[in-house]
């Protein structure tokens, strides 16, 4: 009990403070005429192409921020609960989580490829076109969900397997995942729909629809595995609820006020449309998708020295992932202005609002690293009281806190070419943490330095990524700078 209390403490320690932030980040800007709320009695277009940068990003983040912790939180919570049943169940939800990942990662797809071309769309004030988008994004992103959840059960065993299950986690693997990709439609498509309702700059109203889902999650989970006794399936069952409720939420938030509604006759299939979704979505599932291959080939690796390695990996994954929540937050916040501001040639607002972000969330990750050296075996136990467990997973968090500063750093770069449009760019910071130097270096360390070497594996490649995310920030200023000389010479 006194665990639980701490977790729940810890979340509100994070979420509570934002919501205050929040609140005040909605008041007058300093020279505002006193009547009028540039948040709300002026349209989004305006607030977000004029507006002070600092006020605006704040504004979009941390209801963007919520959202990703309370997601998070999903995972957190079924890590927490069934790590009181036995180590098994803690690496078998482990596991399932780059499944999750991977349907997250269509969601996330779908969600950035169509709301970035509806950004730059009513930044351009061609709403006819972000229209049609919108809804051709949403039911592309159900169908896709509908697709991954067939396959998944049809190859529910051999996927358990691949996924790095042993011998002995198999079956609970198999009994969690199996009932998580139910939910699979209704989790892409509710992240497609927040991705879509923070683009048009209504981010609060997308915090609300996820948050009701993560809310239930919290409830559901303790009375469905301790009270009923449902074990590990009570975690799954209750996850799935939750993310069915929580996607009807959503799209009941979708047809409130300025947001974009969703309408069957505004679905439109056609290639320039197919097209702009691959360029702006692709670079999110790069970075989704090659996040849960690195957690995979993380959980193959760690499978070699046992259960306790996995279940140890596992937590330390999702607790970065839950830190991480609010650097991607704050990048996501940042994505409104960025799409508005480069749709209307405010170049020099897209330049403040990415150093903001960095600057913001490099001290949020220093203060958090200290923090995660100080109490790393502390944190662990918190999920999962055994000392095999605890070794590993506190190692790996002093490794994996070292990185943290590194991340907001790659995240502003990922997102600002991603919105501006340079797919090309944007896929390659994308794939650097979770793939271009991940996965040679889960091979080479763990070679080398045994269990060692697959604690230490993200850090080295958060440090290669932050490495290469640097020229291609700067090439993209560059890029803006000769567009503005283009549109004066134009003019």
């Known amino acids: 009990m006194f665990k639980l209390v701490l977790l729940q403490s810890l979340s509100f320690f994070i979420i509570l403070p934002l919501f205050s932030v929040f609140k005040k980040s909605l008041k007058l800007p300093t020279g505002t005429k006193k009547g009028c709320n540039f948040a709300f009695r002026m349209d989004n277009y305006t607030f977000l192409t004029h507006a002070p940068v600092h006020h605006v990003i704040l504004k979009m983040a941390i209801p963007t921020i919520i959202s990703m912790l309370s997601t998070s939180l999903y995972n957190l919570a079924d890590t927490y609960f069934v790590g009181q049943l036995n180590t098994q169940c803690t690496a078998a939800v482990g596991i399932s989580f780059s499944v999750m990942g991977i349907i997250q990662a269509v969601g996330f797809f779908f969600g950035h490829g169509s709301g970035n071309y509806i950004s730059r769309k009513l930044g351009a ?69 927040n991705n879509q309702m923070r683009f048009q700059g209504n981010a ?26 449902l074990g590990i399936t009570g ?31 505004n679905f439109t299939l056609t290639k320039p449309f ?63 202005l960025c799409g508005f501001c480069y749709g209307a040639h405010l170049y020099s607002r897209v330049r403040d609002g990415f150093y903001f972000c960095v600057k913001l969330g ?30 590993v997973g506190a190692v790996a968090l002093d490794w994996q806190i070292i990185s943290y500063p590194l991340i907001p750093t790659i995240v502003a770069t990922n997102m600002m070419m991603q919105t501006i449009r340079k797919p090309i ?4 910071v994308a794939a650097a943490r979770s793939g271009l130097f991940f996965i040679p270096l889960i091979f080479l360390l763990p070679h080398f330095f045994g269990l060692s070497g697959v604690e230490m594996c993200q850090a080295w490649a958060d440090v290669c990524a932050f490495l290469l995310s640097l020229p291609v920030a700067l090439s993209g200023f560059r890029d803006m700078r000769m567009q503005r000389v283009d549109n004066q010479l134009l003019k």
């Open 125 to 193: 004030k061609e709403t006819g076109k972000a229209e049609q988008m919108a809804s051709t994004g949403f039911f592309l992103s159900l169908l896709t969900g509908l697709l991954v959840a067939i396959v998944g059960l049809l190859f529910l065993n051999p996927l358990s397997i691949a996924l790095g299950s042993t011998p002995t986690i198999l079956p609970y693997t198999e009994r969690y995942l199996g009932i998580i990709l139910l939910g699979a439609p209704f989790m892409t498509a509710s992240l497609t729909l």
């Open 204 to 229: 609060s109203y997308a915090m609300c629809g996820i948050l009701s889902g993560v809310t239930l999650n919290v409830f559901l989970a303790p009375l469905l595995i301790f009270v009923f006794h």
């Open 235 to 265: 975690a799954a069952v209750a996850t799935l609820l939750s993310q069915t409720f929580g996607f009807i939420m959503l799209f009941l938030m979708s047809r409130r006020k300025q947001n974009i509604r969703i309408r069957m006759v």
């Open 274 to 336: 197919l097209k702009e979704i691959v360029f702006g979505g692709t670079p999110s599932l790069s970075r989704q998708g090659l996040g849960c291959v690195s957690t995979i080939m993380l959980n193959v690796a760690a499978g070699g020295y046992g259960d306790a390695a996995i279940a140890g990996m596992s937590i330390v994954t999702r607790l970065s992932f839950f830190i991480y929540a609010v650097v991607i937050g704050i990048g996501q916040g940042f994505q409104p």
């Open 362 to 391: 490099t001290i949020f990750m220093s203060v958090f690293a200290v923090i995660g050296f100080i109490f790393s075996e502390p944190i662990i136990e918190l999920f999962r009281s055994d000392p095999e467990v605890i070794a």
């Open 425 to 428: 760019r944007a896929n390659l």
